[in-house]
């Protein structure tokens, strides 16, 4: 496609459940960057990979949070045993190369909310 | 650690006026990006305009341009002429590299501006 594709747009769970985001990035980009939006927040930095290569992720919050590209393209953002302050906006975005002249291109986002 | 500021939560400006949203951060960075993204009630993220920390010369996008001023570490984005469809939130956010190597290309994001177009 044209732009990051995110799936699913929306995901409500119950606190305790795993759930897992996909971030389909712009052909032929090779970073991928999460980042994680709270209502009234600017995007936070979660984590990022070069190709499969997950090169900083010093800002997932805690060991219940992981991320994986494994053949990278594709990548997954996986939330083990949810709860209720997990809930936000999570937004991935793609860049060409982890170049300071690339810009990052960001996905609609997926808006997570725990029960 | 890097920060960045936005002291307007909320501003508001009639259709073909202009308005600067202001934004200051905190680095002790010599080599950075700055950068404006706004997100429409759509919620995309898109990218307005940036800016390279060792270049004097403040960035322009049609009606949009930056007031980059490196010393007081302050990075205003004028939005000319403004239209109905700049009505949106407005985030400033800043990127250092590390020019020696290494990745280090997170953005940090302010809080953002909500910024309305009146007719």
């Known amino acids: 496609g044209a732009g990051v594709s995110q799936s699913p747009r929306y995901k409500v769970t119950k606190r305790g459940q795993d759930v897992a985001l996909r971030c389909d990035p712009i052909?032929?980009?090779?970073?991928l960057y999460w980042y994680r939006q709270a209502l009234g927040q600017g995007p936070e930095f979660l984590t990022y990979?070069?190709?499969?290569?997950?090169?900083?992720k010093s800002g997932l919050p805690n060991d219940r949070f992981s991320a994986e590209r494994p053949e990278g393209s594709i990548s997954t953002l996986t939330i083990q045993r949810t709860e209720q302050r997990d809930s936000a906006m999570y937004r991935c975005?793609?860049?060409?190369?982890?170049?300071?002249?690339?810009?990052?291109?960001f996905g609609d986002g997926t808006r997570l909310s725990i029960l | 650690a890097q920060t960045v500021t936005q002291s307007q939560p909320e501003m508001s400006v009639q259709e073909a006026e202009t308005v600067t949203l202001s934004c200051t951060y905190d680095t002790s960075e010599n080599n950075y990006y700055l950068f404006w993204y706004t997100q429409p009630p759509s919620r995309q993220m898109i990218l307005v305009i940036r800016q390279e920390a060792y270049k004097q010369q403040n960035a322009t996008e049609n009606r949009f341009s930056v007031n980059f001023q490196k010393a007081a570490k302050s990075f205003s984005l004028k939005i000319s002429d403004s239209q109905l469809g700049d009505t949106a939130m407005y985030f400033c956010a800043f990127m250092r590299y590390l020019s020696s190597g290494g990745s280090n290309y997170k953005l940090t994001f302010g809080k953002g501006t909500l910024l309305t177009v009146n007719p």
């Open positions: 052909s032929g980009h090779v970073s």
């Open positions: 990979f070069n190709y499969e290569a997950q090169q900083d």
């Open positions: 975005a793609s860049s060409l190369y982890d170049n300071r002249n690339q810009p990052q291109h």
